[in-house]
């Protein structure tokens, strides 16, 4: 074995104890426990002083295209509705170059936050054309040595009361894109709107990713619909749904009947605090809803749960930094969890759950994988979510892609006699 890096004295995510890691041409070429002194070798090495190792974190929601694009925007009521017509007003504006250097900087500010894998989703209509397609194309091959990332075309603004947007996501997904995403709630025939989707995604073989039920009224649900068309076209473990606030609004026994239905189908469902919070309740005078889906439990009874970003300082969320830490810790607090068991459930749906949305092996990091992890200043999943903890180091096959060296504090001269 020729060694070219070790990582010593880390808690790898999914094994038990400290182990040293070492890595040989861009893979994991051998796991040992630190006590073993296995890698004896002059190859640079590197102590994670018992923090955790994880193979990184994921983005399973996020808008590049629409980022950063708050100044532009006139925020009245907070509503969805605002938003939308905001964005829309803002995006026919967009150049390529506008929409490269926004998101070049969202997705840098996600690598330092320990993110090396995206999804992102790309609106595609009369309005946007191609431009924020084709630069988010150039930026996913621009950092593809640092972070991968993942396009959906995406109808942000319907399909039956937009025409050519259909056939400009058909062009995107023979172009490159990777996967199709609806929005049927700004659809005036949200079946419909659905139904197209799916039939962009069985004629290029990819899956498909909703935007659902944004609002808190129980009814009026177009999640029986995607369920429906999932288990007709056998899309079981290729169909995502975000937000779907809905299911918050619902009682105990409404709620698991629906969850169990989604699990059948093999739907995954991702959650975004942030967006979700700022947007949904705002008729409340008092007691104003979280509004908030409890991914926890819909993981408790079957269904594959994220958490993710979404967006990053536009009219849907004028606040954000892509720490996916920070989105899951925000989660927690709000899903009123603390135990250590709830925490690393909720780290969970930040890395493995998310790797599996995506497709991806979300088996613990072994010999011969990409050696492509990510450091955190914590000893465990659930102080990571806790604190929230920061990456502080990462390598993505084998080549470090950021360093973030611990705060010095400079006490003065009396304070450091006392210590």
Request: aromatic share 6%; proline share 5%; charged share 20%.
């Amino acid at each position: 074995m020729t060694i070219d890096f070790v990582i010593r004295n880390a808690r790898l995510q999914g094994r038990e104890g400290v182990t040293d890691i070492a890595f040989e041409n861009g893979v994991i070429a051998g796991i040992a426990e630190s006590a073993t002194r296995s890698f004896v070798c002059d190859a640079p090495e590197r102590d994670a002083e018992g923090h955790l190792l994880c193979r990184g974190l994921v983005e399973t929601h996020l808008h590049l295209d629409k980022a950063g694009i708050i100044g532009r925007c006139t925020l009245c009521t907070g509503t969805l509705a605002e938003a939308v017509a905001e964005t829309s007003r803002a995006k026919a504006a967009f150049t390529q170059a506008d929409v490269y250097a926004r998101a070049a900087d969202v997705v840098e500010q996600a690598i330092v936050n320990g993110t090396n894998r995206i999804r992102t989703f790309v609106e595609i209509d009369g309005r946007a054309g191609f431009r924020s397609f084709e630069a988010i194309k150039q930026l996913r091959a621009d950092y593809c040595a640092l972070i991968d990332i993942e396009i959906c075309a995406f109808a942000q603004e319907g399909l039956t009361n937009d025409p050519g947007t259909l056939e400009m996501l058909d062009a995107a997904l023979r172009s490159g894109a990777d996967l199709v995403g609806g929005c049927p709630y700004t659809d005036p025939d949200p079946q419909a709107h659905i139904a197209a989707i799916f039939d962009l995604a069985e004629r290029h073989g990819v899956s498909v990713d909703f935007h659902l039920d944004f609002d808190l009224d129980p009814e009026g649900s177009n999640l029986p619909t995607v369920i429906a068309e999932t288990l007709r076209r056998g899309y079981q473990g290729r169909v995502s749904v975000g937000h779907v606030t809905k299911l918050s609004a619902l009682p105990p026994e409404a709620f698991a009947e629906i969850a169990r239905k989604i699990a059948e189908a093999g739907i995954a469902v991702t959650v975004l605090p942030a967006t979700d919070l700022f947007l949904t309740g705002r008729a409340a005078t008092h007691l104003v809803p979280r509004g908030v889906t409890p991914a926890h439990r819909l993981a408790s009874l079957g269904v594959l749960t994220t958490i993710s970003t979404n967006n990053v300082l536009n009219p849907f969320t004028p606040f954000g930094d892509v720490s996916l830490l920070r989105m899951a810790n925000l989660y927690a607090n709000v899903a009123q969890l603390g135990t250590e068991q709830a925490l690393a459930g909720v780290f969970d749906m930040i890395t493995v759950n998310a790797e599996r949305l995506l497709g991806l092996n979300a088996l613990p990091p072994a010999i011969g994988d990409p050696a492509t992890l990510v450091l955190l200043s914590a000893p465990s999943a659930a102080q990571a979510i806790a604190g929230p903890a920061t990456a502080t180091a990462a390598w993505k096959n084998g080549r470090q892609t950021f360093e973030r060296p611990p705060p010095q504090l400079f006490r003065p001269i009396s304070t450091v006699s006392r210590h």
